[in-house]
């Protein structure tokens, strides 16, 4: 009777989670006969719908090609079924875009690898061209050994508010947060085979593609990986490439005040991992003022996310001399703008027509007038590279300008510029890095820098 009683248990509870899975609200992505609601995007790989499995198809001699959702997701939970061919490589795009302004329209965004290779990283987390690889798999010896080769393979992806989860074939791959993208498209890869000919109709699979939208917070599952956390902090492809965090993101270290010898006790706080400069309401904060790097840096590449409330102005300066100018106003040097062109007036102004806006090298250089600006109180991304003289200003992965130092052109821009009047204005061999207090509250993080190796000389 005992065993009797146990086989109802067992199968009560049986009947009662096969309920439960089937009231979750999951909607279907594909369709039993067509790729009705998805597009292709990138190169000329083909893709067919055969009775619900999506099948890609490689060809030579074309880029990587994504067969995209029409509709963009945010927070979401989706679950979906794949094989791959040994010899490919392949990804499962979410919250990814693909814009006109941004490298001819080229997918870009996150991706859940798809990884046969020895190295086994499927379930990984991959930045399509943009910051490459977020989350290796290269400490997860756990999720690297499920992978099944030639078969089908299972994966739940959630993208919850700043955080991203994966599972293969039910064990947890990858665990990070990250807030740089909030949504987009859901892409399924071919990726690019070259010239290599024998790969030439290798064949990529999906179908059992589910998603769910709402009450995610009723159905999210925990993850025992400790999450890989990209605020103020060096992704693995970073690591990898040689940056440099230049603030740790929760001290002063490595800054000081650009009139003084210590970091301002006013003016300035660190809250919630952003480096903030108050509202004061002047030019420049009596209080505060504004702060350099206590290091000094010649070729560099320069990362900085900014952030700007309503009419704000800052700006970051490179090949500072706190020297120079030291008895009134902002020290001297470079500088990338930092504004809010809508409502504030300088980017009315300048020496040159609109080189006072955002992006733009102040009072020298229009940035292009085209660029991917997120809105006021949201996170941007300045990017500055000076090597050998050669300088550039990108916003959001986006080139918006660039000039030759001591060029002819840049010394006739100066000569007609407010920095007349100072000798030899920008043409320093090395200098600190500034944030500005211009009497405006802006928010800065995940500074980073990197800067090229030297040879030795023999």
Not at 80 to 86: A, C, G, L, Y
Not at 163 to 181: E, F, M, Q
Not at 296 to 313: C, P, R
Request: hydrophobic content about 30%.
């Amino acid at each position: 009777m005992k065993y009797y009683h146990l086989l109802i248990i067992v199968f009560i509870a049986c009947c009662f989670s096969s309920c439960n899975q089937n009231e979750t609200p999951w909607k279907n992505l594909f369709t039993n006969d067509s790729l009705e609601g998805w597009n292709s995007k990138g190169g000329n790989a083909t893709y067919k719908n055969e009775n619900g499995t999506i099948i890609g198809t490689s060809v030579p001699n074309t880029p990587n090609t994504f067969l995209c959702s029409d509709k963009s997701y945010t927070d979401f939970i989706l679950e979906i079924d794949f094989k791959v061919d040994s010899v490919m490589n392949s990804g499962i795009q979410i919250r990814s875009n693909s814009i006109p302004y941004y490298r001819d329209g080229m997918v870009h965004g996150y991706q859940v690898e798809i990884d046969p290779s020895k190295r086994a990283w499927s379930g990984g987390i991959y930045d399509e061209k943009r910051r490459k690889w977020l989350h290796s798999l290269e400490n997860n010896r756990k999720a690297q050994k499920v992978f099944k080769q030639n078969e089908w393979n299972h994966y739940r992806i959630e993208a919850i508010a700043d955080t991203i989860k994966t599972w293969i074939n039910g064990v947890p791959a990858a665990h990070l947060i990250d807030d740089k993208t909030a949504s987009g498209f859901i892409g399924l890869q071919v990726h690019g085979i070259g010239k290599h000919k024998n790969r030439a109709g290798k064949k990529t699979l999906w179908k059992n593609a589910k998603i769910l939208t709402t009450n995610l917070t009723k159905y999210t599952k925990k993850s025992p990986l400790k999450p890989i956390i990209t605020k103020n902090n060096l992704t693995f492809q970073e690591k990898r490439e040689g940056w440099k965090m230049l603030w740790d993101g929760k001290t002063t270290k490595g800054w000081r005040g650009a009139k003084l010898d210590e970091f301002p006790k006013k003016g300035w706080s660190i809250e919630n991992g952003e480096l903030i400069v108050a509202e004061t309401g002047g030019a420049e904060s009596a209080a505060g003022g504004d702060i350099v790097t206590t290091k000094e840096y010649s070729n560099f590449e320069l990362q900085v996310d900014f952030k700007l409330t309503s009419g704000a102005n800052s700006g970051i300066k490179y090949y500072v001399d706190t020297e120079i100018n030291k008895g009134s106003g902002s020290s001297i040097g470079l500088e990338y703008q930092i504004l809010d062109d809508a409502l504030h007036e300088d980017a009315k102004r300048g020496s040159h027509e609109g080189s006072r806006t955002v992006c733009s090298l102040y009072d020298l250089i229009k940035a292009d007038p085209i660029k991917p600006l997120k809105s006021i109180g949201e996170w941007n991304n300045a990017y500055i590279k000076s090597i050998n003289n050669h300088v550039e200003h990108w916003v959001n992965d986006v080139k918006v300008l660039e000039y030759e130092r001591g060029s002819e052109t840049f010394l006739k821009l100066v000569s007609e510029s407010k920095y007349e009047k100072w000798s030899n204005f920008g043409m320093l061999e090395k200098g600190q890095i500034l944030l500005q207090d211009h009497g405006d509250k802006v928010s800065f993080r995940n500074i980073k820098i990197r800067v090229p190796k030297t040879k030795k000389k023999n």
